[in-house]
């Protein structure tokens, strides 16, 4: 918003107000009624502003849930926390991986984020934008922790990380996506056993 | 449909065009006009058939595309096809993912399966039809892959199996999902070795 320089400071903190009261009514609603029945009045409604507010700053409910969870982890003092980094990759990442598992059975998050899902899949735009702001930031602090684990030569310098970071939370995603399983955590403990093992018999 | 047992012969032949009609009619407005524009309407009127005729057989578009992707399996003289087993597992595994990636890739197929996704993530009732009528025949065709390398000594008894597909074939299918980065054979062939070594550094 870059229009906000050019107001007084009353009217930029007006609009701000405006604007995390719209992208918390937008996460709440979604939680409620489903992504299929969330609609900018809906949201306009709940957030006490007029939907002009909303269309002025949003083209689509999709980009405001978008925004909205940009701003959840803009909450945390501006930046990600770092993964933890014990010495003991296969404990920090079943720590890790049981905190997603966790994320994904919470109701209060579950309906968000297969709205933002659906948008991934039919918006290319969308798409390019959670990979830039969203996901890349994340698999950015995953791979920070995979890079420690090569330095202390837990895995191998020639590793393809994205490859690894798909490996990792990518069977959790699918589960969750496709509601195939319980995502308890004795299943991210296995994830994390199998994939650093490796599906071959060893003697 | 059972209720065509009741019906003369020439009237389940018509049933059976119509329904053959439909089903090809919605698979290809789906990758013309993406899912969001697909409708009854349009379905109907490229069928040559009335909206009536649809909503007698489906509740609504995404069960009509579900029922298209059962057929083009059923197309395949009533059962799918087991996976190569030349006794290289990681060899047929590359094979496999390679055809895998290639339909990923393949523009025909592509929106129709955002557009199953889609109504996968919303609808917890046509997930489970996925995972019983779509998902699970090919699921038990991969394990069944693993079990004979099992058998063969490749793999370890006590692999779970279920876990061990998710490994193989989530990746791509995340980085589909996303449009995280290209689909190559090179990179089906990097997720087979990765997932059958593992990620941890062998001395």
């Known amino acids: 918003m870059t229009t906000q320089s ?14 995390r009261a719209i992208l918390t009514a937008a996460f709440e609603l979604v939680g409620e009624v489903g ?15 007029g939907k002009q507010t909303i269309y002025r700053w949003w ?3 999709g980009a405001v849930l ?7 982890t803009e909450g945390q003092d501006g930046r990600e926390a770092a993964l933890p980094d014990t010495g003991d990759l296969e404990a920090d990442l ?27 899949l039919q918006d290319p735009a969308l798409a390019a934008a959670y990979a830039e702001k ?6 950015e602090l995953k791979k920070e922790r995979l890079r420690s684990a090569q330095r202390a030569g837990e895995l191998s310098d020639d590793l393809d990380l994205d490859l690894a970071v798909e490996m990792l939370w990518g069977p959790l995603r699918t589960r969750w ?10 299943y991210a403990d296995r994830i994390v056993e199998t994939a650093l093992n490796g599906l071959r018999h060893r003697a």
């Open 94 to 120: 079943k720590t890790v991986l049981r905190a997603t598992a966790d994320e994904l059975n919470d109701p209060h998050y579950d309906e968000p984020m297969r709205a933002l899902n659906t948008e991934i």
């Open 177 to 186: 996506l496709e509601r195939g399983g319980p995502l308890t955590h004795a």
């Open 35 to 49: 992504y299929a029945k969330l609609s900018i009045e809906g949201i306009a409604a709940r957030a006490g502003v």
């Open 6 to 19: 050019r107001k007084s400071p009353d009217a930029a903190r007006r609009s701000e107000a405006s604007r």
């Open 66 to 72: 978008f925004d909205a969870f940009l701003a959840l």
């Open 134 to 139: 969203l996901d890349g930031p994340m698999k």
């Open 59 to 61: 083209p689509s409910k």
